[in-house]
């Protein structure tokens, strides 16, 4: 099945850096979602992004399709930014309707 | 929209006791997921429908597992007997039947299985 890779596995970072998080990915995609799972446990739909690029507010994303990756942005990250962030892609050959989830990126934002 | 629905938020049970968790999707959805996310495996897909009918249910870990989906508003996720390695959060989400299509999630389900 397809692969999703995703780095760095852990970041910290003071209030008001940027950073950007990284989605490798092993095979044509239909659909690429990054979410934002919250220290309660919820998932958030941050973008639907098979290709291109889309902003919302502070975050922004950009999905490469031909050279399979995906990168999301955050500038001026907020202590409410922290959690861990996962991209989760559905393949466009398996014919199968399911997301494949990387591993996460663990986000600690300190004051 | 509510979203999608999940009931109980919360399960704490004993070993071998039957579980059953629930999940509405949203109204009009006609991709219906379960996933369940474990420290050692991360999140990983446990069956899917499509109009209330399983699709690909080659994620469910053991028979000791079910799932189905009477109508269109509603469906479950059955354990039984419940082991204590069924410990996780387990996830419901819902798509339209269109290709390409944002899946939502619900707030899961936190099963503790003594």
């Known amino acids: 099945g397809i692969q999703v890779e995703q780095s760095p596995p852990d970041l910290i970072l003071q209030e008001g850096a940027n950073s950007t998080l990284r989605c490798n990915f092993s095979d044509s995609v239909n659909n690429l979602q990054w979410f934002h799972q919250n220290p309660w446990g919820q998932l958030i739909n941050l973008f639907y992004i098979p290709s291109g690029t889309k902003q919302n507010g502070r975050l922004s994303a950009t999905t490469v399709a031909t050279e399979r990756y995906s990168l999301l942005y955050i500038s001026s990250s907020q202590t409410t930014d922290s959690g861990v962030y996962f991209c989760?892609?559905?393949?466009?050959?398996?014919?199968?309707?399911?997301?494949?989830f990387g591993s996460g990126t663990r986000l600690q934002v300190q004051p | 929209d509510a979203g999608v629905i999940q009931s109980p938020r919360h399960e704490v049970t004993e070993m071998g006791q039957e579980v059953t968790l629930r999940c509405k999707p949203i109204s009009g959805h006609d991709y219906l997921f379960w996933y369940r996310q474990t420290m050692m495996r991360g999140l990983e897909l446990l069956i899917y429908f499509n109009n209330n009918v399983p699709i690909d249910d080659s994620g469910m870990p053991e028979d000791r597992f079910s799932a189905k989906m009477p109508n269109a508003s509603f469906s479950t996720l059955k354990i039984q007997p419940s082991e204590p390695r069924d410990s996780a959060v387990y996830f419901c989400?819902?798509?339209?039947?269109?290709?390409?299509?944002?899946?939502?999630f619900g707030p899961g389900t936190r099963l503790l299985v003594l």
């Open positions: 989760a892609v559905e393949g466009m050959d398996t014919g199968r309707r399911a997301l494949t």
């Open positions: 989400a819902s798509s339209l039947d269109r290709a390409r299509e944002t899946q939502y």
